[in-house]
Each structure stands twice: as structure tokens, then as C-alpha cells.
């Protein structure tokens, strides 16, 4: 069987961690595609000096052409700008657009038949506008977002509790900015409810409202401590375990921003949901019952989504 291709989109701090990940598994021969010249050249060769050390067979290469993504089988999109200090994600909005543009251009003409991955923000305006651009069917493009934030929601409870990480099954719903919805009533320690859990350990339901807070703003964070740039190992992390959800046809169930027709009373917007991802893409939305508040506050969630999608359209006529 001929090995995988995977594209990376961007080959800045994001897309060199997923090459670096994507290498190290042997998920298939690799792409980083950038516009900086030299770059994405520099970083396949330096990459492809780990083989030998790490033991994995990987052809690793870098590109300025869109030609060498041809036949891709995954793309995952980096490419933009990432927040500066200060910055939200929605301040990306108008040069990111442009950026989708010419890379949905270059998958519709290049690998039309990939499953792909966005991360570029901000997110869920970006993967709607992305799956615009390319023209794909919307099974075949998603965003990587809630992997991310429900393991930054799993990362502090773990460490408030004293708990393996594994053991912490955190749930993080709706839009990937300040108004995401860490859902609690669906967040449990190896299948203890975490209020619960919170109860038996002498953890006050103000310290749980904290963590909530600390995961919606788990981003502007680290974007403050690096001072130039924004995270990236955990982002790259996450849209790897997706990449190999359709790869391994694993079925997982995973929150992805996906597009979500019908269901959570949204019609045709790209917004953080339970997805089941296996070879025919983002397979299944899942649909879960929701307390009167946590409706309520993924409401403000899709608005501020639906907000964004409106000055897309006001930037890019195509859109409308
Ligand atoms: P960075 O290291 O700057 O890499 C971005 C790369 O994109 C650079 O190498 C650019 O040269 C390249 N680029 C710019 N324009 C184009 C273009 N038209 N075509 C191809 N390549 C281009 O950023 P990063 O890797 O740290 O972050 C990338 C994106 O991910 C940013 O938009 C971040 O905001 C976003 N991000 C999202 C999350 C989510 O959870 C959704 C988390 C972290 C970062």
C-alpha cells in the first residue's frame, strides 16, 4: 500500500510541530508548504535529519508551489498570522481571510479528495470561509479547536485535583474564543461527575468557576508568557490525533468545530461540537441535551460565530 500524504499548510511554529509529530508516528510522507522561501525547505531537511535518530520512515519535503500538495490525502492549514499580546483572534479576521482564500484555492486544484484540517484563526469563521474557498464537502472540512481547549480544561482539573491526566474526560462546546462552553455536566474524573468529584475532594464550586474561566482563556495565556506568537505544541497535538481519527477510520468522537445543520437549533455555521471522525471525514454531529445556562451561554457562543461570518462576507463579496 502506498504510504499516506500529508499537507501542512503553513509551515511556521505550528506546522513544524506537526510535521516533527506526523514524522515521529509514520502517518505517511510529508509536505510543508509555505510562502516564505527556503523555510519550509529548511525546516524538511533539518526534520528529516531526525529520521535517523528517531528511527521513522518519512519522506519529508518543503514547497512554495501548491503542485506538490497533488493527491494529498489530509491537509492541515496553518497558514496566517498568529495573535500578538493583546491581540484577540478576532483581530486576524481580514489578512486570515485572504490566507484561506489562496490555500482553498490551492486544495480545490490540487487534492480535492483530502480530509481537511483547519487551525488558522479565528477558527470557526476561518474553517467556514476555508470550506467556501475550497468548494469540499463540508464532511471533509473541519476545525481544530475543542481537542485543544477541552485538554487545557483537562490539563488544570487534573492539577487541581492531584489526578492523572488520563483519567480527566473534559468537555469543551461552542466557538474557539472567550465565549467557549466548558461544559461541566458532561466533565467527569474516569466517569465521576466532576462537581461531584469536586465535592469528595473539598473543592468549592468558585474554584471550578475559576478553571472555567483560566480554560476560556487558556490561549491569551500563553500568547502573554511567549511575548511573540501563540502556542503551538498542544495545538499541533491536537489536530494530529484528528488527522489519525480519519486516517485509522477510529471513529472517535471528538469536539471539532464542524459544520452543524439542524441540530443545536443552528443552520449551516461551523461551531465546537461532539463529531464522530473516521474515514468518511466528520461522520456524525452528536447532539447532546444541555442545561437551560449552558444553552444559553452557547448561544452567545454561536452569535459571536455568526457575528464573524458577517464581516467575512462584508470583506470577501464571493462569501455573500
Ligand atoms: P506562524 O508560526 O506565524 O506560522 C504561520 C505560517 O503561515 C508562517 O510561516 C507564514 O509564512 C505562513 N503563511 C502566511 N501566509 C500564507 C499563505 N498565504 N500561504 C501559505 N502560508 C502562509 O503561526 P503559528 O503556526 O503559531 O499559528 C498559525 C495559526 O494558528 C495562527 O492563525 C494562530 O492564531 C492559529 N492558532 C490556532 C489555535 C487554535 O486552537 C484554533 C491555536 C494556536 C494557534
Redesign the pocket.
Known sequence: MARKKIAL???????GTLAHLAAKKEMGDIVL????EG?PQGKALDLSQCGPIEGFDAKITGSNDYADIAGADVVIV??????KPGMS?DD?LGI?L??MK??GEGIKNNCPDAFVIC???P?DAMVWALREFSGLPHNKVV???GV??SARFATFLAWEFDVSVKDVNAFVLGG?GDTMVPVTSYTTINGIPVNDFAKIKGVSESRIDEIVDRTRKG?GEIVGLLGN????YA?AT?AIAMAEAYLGDQKRILPCASYVEGKYGLDGLYVGVPTMIGAGGTEEVIEIELSDEEKANLKVSTDAVEELLEACKGLDSSLA
Open positions: 499548510i503553513g509551515s511556521g511554529m505550528i506546522g508548504f509555505d510562502i516564505a523555510m496553518t497558514a496566517g498570522v498568529p495573535r483572534r486576524l486570515n485572504k490566507v489562496a490555500v487551525i488558522t484563526n477558527l476545525g481544530m479547536a485543544l481547549d474557539h490561549g506568537g501563540s502556542a503551538y495545538p491536537s
